[in-house]
């Protein structure tokens, strides 16, 4: 009898939410075929079939949330098994739930509206992700990606043609229970501010030579920041490391994680090495890196691994801002808009140059200020300077 258990994504996962079940009780399963889809705190994914058998016996119930290693579900390696009455393991006291999942709780798998079995629906993890929270049947949806796949933008319009939206009731208070992803990063990020002693400094950068190469190789700001900030932690490796309270772990190399927003929550994809990288390979890896994010296709090892993170939020107003952890890491990068302003210049003449603020939060357990400030110093150097990136 093969125990089926709550995978783990990335280091930091404690728990994870049982979203679909594609199988049901008692069917038969071919190893390598979808089971079900679980979300984690920064992704969701299907998981396959680790053997061929039968499905004997579901524990995880959909929408619930269990700890990593729980068994989720019993698979029978024969017909002999599956017929065979269940065996009193005492690791299945580790269930958080004992009650099996009623067949109504599973997704219907008889034919939809075109005779199409809906677990034979081709449908993308955002697009599924969205039609759960919405509680839209993918089977009533027509998919307008490649193959007939469907996407975000066709449950999307599916909703605004079956689901119009209605004036609200300005009297009336609404509750918003928090999707599963969301409270998973809500916890996450309380874990990591409530263990380290944050403390932040900010500083204003001119950056009329970031801003040309930005121009002349046609990348982000973002990834221009990315080598930069490579260079610098190669000076202060004390910040390109984790912290447990106790030991500092320092790398070898710079693998910086860049914080992205999603539909369904931050993210934080990680440009591995990065301080081998030009400028070109990490704007190129940024945008597959965004592309899947978008797609909530991104893997476990895109996820994991960061020793460094920059968070950038140019794209709205907002001018600074103080960044959390990315705990167990020591720093993380913030980034406000770009914006033109006055700058003194040596001869007290008056200069109008493309700024930045820049805004280092770190942890005073194992980072000095000074430190801090000097690691400011050096990267405003250098978005400053006219050396090539």
């Known amino acids: 009898m093969y125990k089926l258990r709550m995978p783990k994504f990335g280091m930091t996962m404690q728990s994870g939410f049982v979203g ?16 079900l889809e679980v979300e984690s705190e920064k992704i969701t994914n299907d998981i396959e079939a680790p053997i061929d058998g039968f499905i004997k016996r579901i524990f995880a119930i959909k929408n619930e949330e269990y700890p990593v290693g729980t068994v989720i579900a019993l698979i029978a390696e024969n017909a002999e098994e599956l017929a065979a009455d269940l065996p009193q393991d005492e690791t299945l006291s580790t269930i958080t739930r ?3 999942v009623s067949i109504l ?33 993918l ?27 209605r004036a609200s009731d300005s009297d009336e208070v609404q509750y918003e229970t928090l999707s599963p992803t969301r409270q998973i990063i809500a916890r996450e990020l309380s874990k990591g501010f409530h263990s380290a002693v944050f403390v932040t400094q900010m500083t ?25 900030a490579s260079r610098t932690l190669l000076e202060f490796p004390r910040l390109n490391a984790h912290f447990d309270g106790k030991t500092l772990q320092r790398f070898p190399h710079i693998n910086i994680g860049i914080a992205m927003d999603t539909e369904t929550g931050l993210v934080v994809p990680v440009i591995r090495k990065a301080d081998g990288k030009n400028l070109t ?29 920059i968070s950038n939020v140019g794209i709205s107003r907002t001018d600074a801002f103080t960044p959390i952890l990315h705990f167990p890491e020591v720093a993380i990068l913030g980034v406000g808009r ?4 006055v700058q003194v210049a040596a001869d007290n003449s008056l200069q109008i140059l493309p700024q930045v603020w820049l805004s280092l939060t770190y942890d005073h357990r194992a980072i000095d200020g000074i430190t801090a400030a000097r690691f400011l110093e050096k990267l405003c150097q250098l978005l400053e300077s006219t050396e090539e990136p």
């Open 98 to 100: 004992s009650t099996t």
């Open 139 to 165: 089977a009533e949806v027509t998919g307008t990606g490649p193959g007939g796949r469907i996407t975000e933008k066709d449950i999307e319009y599916y909703r605004s043609q079956t689901q119009p939206a």
């Open 338 to 341: 770009l914006h033109k302003g």
């Open 105 to 137: 709780d599973q997704p219907k798998r008889g034919a939809g509206n075109n005779g199409i079995p809906i677990s034979d629906i081709k449908a993308s993890p955002a697009a599924k992700h969205l039609a759960r929270e919405l509680g839209i049947n």
């Open 20 to 35: 679909h079940w594609y199988k049901s009780e008692g069917e038969q399963i071919a190893k390598g075929e979808l089971l």
């Open 204 to 228: 204003l950068s001119a950056c009329p030579n970031a801003l040309r190469w930005k121009e002349q190789r046609q990348v982000s700001l973002t990834a221009v920041l990315v080598k930069m």
């Open 281 to 309: 390979e990490i704007s190129e890896e940024m945008a597959f890196l965004a592309n899947a994010a978008r797609n909530r296709t991104l893997t476990r090892e895109q996820l994991q691994g960061s020793t460094f993170t």
